[in-house]
Every structure is written in structure tokens, then in C-alpha cells.
Nanobody
């Protein structure tokens, strides 16, 4: 069906930048919304940023002004540019896509996650 593969995670110092990528593959007819969610140890998973098929974006208050989400529809890829990273941004970041593989309704899919660690 649909597979989402994240890349770009790693270790970065506070104040640094990192760009995450998520490529969707499979027999995809179309993709609606795409987004990024994260989960820190002992915390619930939270929405970080989303972007609609039309390009409308939404961000959590904690990352607004620092993170930028974008997508390349031709590549079925969504990106998350993270600037001015803080230790509290440390988490596993998951890619989310709402897509359909055949005519009909859309379904939600999750990537396996990529670790982002912000530390000195």
C-alpha cells in the first residue's frame, strides 16, 4: 500500500538546524494532508506541523517561527526544516500522510520515525 520513509534525523547542537525528509512510495493515487508529529520519552505524541495538498500550513505553538514544513508533490515528499533547535525538540519524529491507493476514501499512514537529538 503506502510506505513512508523518514530521513535526516541525527544529533545537533542547540541553535543548530536540521532538515527532515519523508518520501511516500507505493501505488498511490493521491495524497491529501502530510505532516510531522513527534514523541519525546515519557510524553504523548504531538503534532508539529502539517501541510495540505493546497499548501496551507499549520504549526504547533512551540515550533512556530522556527520550523518550516514544505512538500514536493511530484516526489511525494514532505520536508521539515528545523532551525534554532532546542533541547526540548529532542524526540522521535514521525511522518504522517493521508493518502489513497485506489478510488475511494483516504487513509492515514505513518512512517517508522527518525530520532532527533538536540544536545551539547
Amino acid at each position: 500500500q503506502v510506505q513512508l520513509v523518514e530521513s535526516g534525523g541525527g544529533l545537533v547542537q542547540p541553535g543548530g538546524s536540521l532538515r527532515l525528509s519523508c518520501a511516500a512510495s507505493g501505488s498511490i493515487l493521491s495524497i491529501n494532508d502530510m505532516g510531522w508529529h513527534r514523541q519525546a520519552p515519557g510524553k504523548e505524541r504531538e503534532m508539529v506541523a502539517t501541510v495540505t495538498s493546497g499548501g496551507t500550513t499549520d504549526y504547533s505553538e512551540s515550533v512556530k517561527g522556527r520550523f518550516t514544513i514544505s512538500r514536493d508533490n511530484a516526489k511525494n515528499t514532505v520536508y521539515l526544516l528545523m532551525n534554532s533547535l532546542k533541547p526540548e525538540d529532542t524526540a522521535v519524529y514521525y511522518c504522517r500522510a493521508v493518502a489513497r491507493v485506489r478510488v475511494g476514501r483516504y487513509y492515514g499512514y505513518w512512517g517508522q520515525g527518525t530520532q532527533v537529538t538536540v544536545s551539547s
